[in-house]
């Protein structure tokens, strides 16, 4: 009877996705725009998120699994909780500290239905922008977050992940960036070094590269309410999951690791007070295992490298009125340009 009722639990979450994914869409194309232009890059936000993705076993790939689909729906909170700025001989100097909560919940479908789960993954990310004058400045990320299934949110593991990045401006078109980070978006827990560089290619587009994490390209209309690129980039994760396989029976607890290098095309509608993302690409290079929680062997071969598959996002932003005592800032955050502020695709999820 229980098992009758999670798959049951299943079907109806993959059932309400599909109708939430429906109902973003109308919401899209329902939505009266108002356009104007504006900076909100450090402005509180709430962001509701959407996106599915969906792969097949190679040819020949000797695996117990050969189909995945993962989709998703994730709601996120960005908030300002200290911030203050000045002028020294016309050197903009900034500090804005956030707080940026925010939670998962997703469909993993191995078609199979000891392996199908209810995915639960949250966070809490402190983030900080400095800028110590008008060439130089510094971006900072501590995250604890816990990727859970159903069955182990009850007793959730905490991890941290973490970015620092260093960015020089050397003149209007160039910048470059160094730094470190510690993360789990290859589907494993890793320190990397971060080298980059920011390439204004016209005065509308700009290429940002941040190895070994993304690349992305972007161009604004002219009429300045689209804009719209291109990325490429690391894509992955890990998962608790309780093991209800008939083999490997000694651990209680596996992981689910994801990975997969994603190309991406978006546009984005913007105004003062929101902008939606529609996000079309795919993924490449896939490879989804199990492995053990103790000493990370794979589980017999449980284990697929997929073919390359559609992906596919729809992202509603919402920016909050600061308040009063922060208005003052708002000419200072219209300085700030996309390259100075940590990017969602940079942080494993």
């Known amino acids: 009877m229980l098992n009758n009722f999670k798959i049951n639990t299943n079907a109806l979450f993959s059932q309400l996705l599909n109708k939430a994914f429906l109902f973003a869409v109308m919401l899209v194309f329902s939505t009266k725009i108002i356009y104007c232009q504006t900076n909100n890059l450090l402005k509180n936000n709430l962001t509701f998120s959407i996106n599915t ?9 000797d695996s117990a699994i050969n189909n995945f689909r993962f989709s998703n729906i994730s709601v996120a909170y960005k908030y300002g909780i200290y911030s203050t700025s000045s002028y020294t001989n016309s050197n903009l100097k900034l500090t804005h500290i956030s707080l940026s909560p925010s939670i998962r919940i997703g469909n993993a479908n191995f078609f199979k239905n000891n392996l199908n789960r209810v995915l639960v993954n949250f966070r809490l990310g402190l983030n900080g922008l400095f800028i110590t004058s008008n060439k130089n400045s510094f971006l900072v ?29 050397v003149n209007q078109k160039f910048s470059y960036k160094v730094g470190t980070t510690f993360t789990y978006i290859f589907g494993e827990p890793l320190l990397l070094p971060i080298l980059g560089f920011s390439l204004k290619t016209s005065p509308s587009s700009k290429l940002n590269v941040v190895l070994p994490l993304n690349i992305n390209w972007r161009k604004n209309s002219k009429i300045n309410k689209f804009s719209y690129g291109f990325s490429l980039g690391a894509n992955g994760g ?3 999951y309780q093991n209800k396989l008939s083999v490997d029976t000694t651990n209680t607890i596996l992981i689910l690791r994801r990975r997969s290098l994603q190309f991406i095309s978006d546009l984005r509608i913007k105004n003062k007070n929101n902008t939606i993302i529609f996000q079309l690409g795919f993924n490449a290079n896939q490879k989804v295992s199990f492995t053990n929680q103790n000493d990370n062997a794979v589980v017999n071969n449980f284990v697929f490298n997929g073919s390359n598959s559609l992906y596919a996002n729809i992202t509603f932003l919402w920016f909050l009125k600061p308040k009063s005592n ?16 940590i990017d969602n695709s940079w942080l494993d999820f």
């Open 238 to 240: 890990i998962n608790r």
């Open 326 to 341: 922060r208005e003052k800032n708002e000419n200072d955050y219209n300085t700030i340009t996309e390259d100075e502020v």
């Open 53 to 61: 993705q969906s792969l097949s076993n190679t040819k020949g790939n």
């Open 141 to 169: 990320n501590t995250t604890v977050f816990a990727n859970e299934d159903e069955y182990t949110f009850q007793d959730a593991l905490m991890r941290y992940s973490g970015i620092f990045i260093f960015n020089r401006k």
